[in-house]
Nanobody, 122 residues
Framework: VQLVESGGGLVQSGGSLRLSCAASGSILRIYAMGWYRQAPGKQRELVAQ???????NYADSVKGRFTISGDNGKNTVDLQMNSLKPEDTAVYYC?????????????????WGQGTQVTVSS
């Protein structure tokens, strides 16, 4: 399974960016997809998640500014980020909870993208 991200970059405070992530490979089922971020010197944290068939959830710090959306048919997830703040600066990682074929069985694991840098200048 491979997760490929795109859309990071440099933006001024108050600006917008859109991140996209596409999952590919021998995917049997996607249980959830989401975005995490990690700022220098800080732990990786959940930004937003969209479970298959469930409701989305967001970190309190991004509620009302970020919107996550997914396309189950294309195995993609996007993160629209508006009203960006300098404290949103981080490497953003796509994450997917996926089951794949493993021999005659299935194996469920979390997969990560390579990360994309988002920098918000003040």
């Amino acid at each position: 399974v491979q997760l490929v991200e795109s859309g990071g970059g440099l933006v001024q405070s108050g600006g917008s960016l859109r991140l996209s992530c596409a999952a590919s490979g021998s995917i049997l089922r996607i249980y959830a997809m989401g975005w995490y971020r990690q700022a220098p010197g800080k732990q990786r944290e959940l930004v937003a998640q969209i479970p298959s068939g469930g409701s989305t959830n967001y970190a309190d710090s991004v509620k009302g500014r970020f919107t996550i959306s997914g396309d189950n048919g294309k195995n993609t997830v996007d993160l629209q980020m508006n009203s960006l703040k300098p404290e949103d600066t981080a490497v953003y990682y796509c994450n997917a909870d996926i089951s794949v074929r493993f021999g005659v069985a299935q194996r469920r694991s979390h997969y990560w993208g390579q990360g994309t840098q988002v920098t918000v200048s003040s």
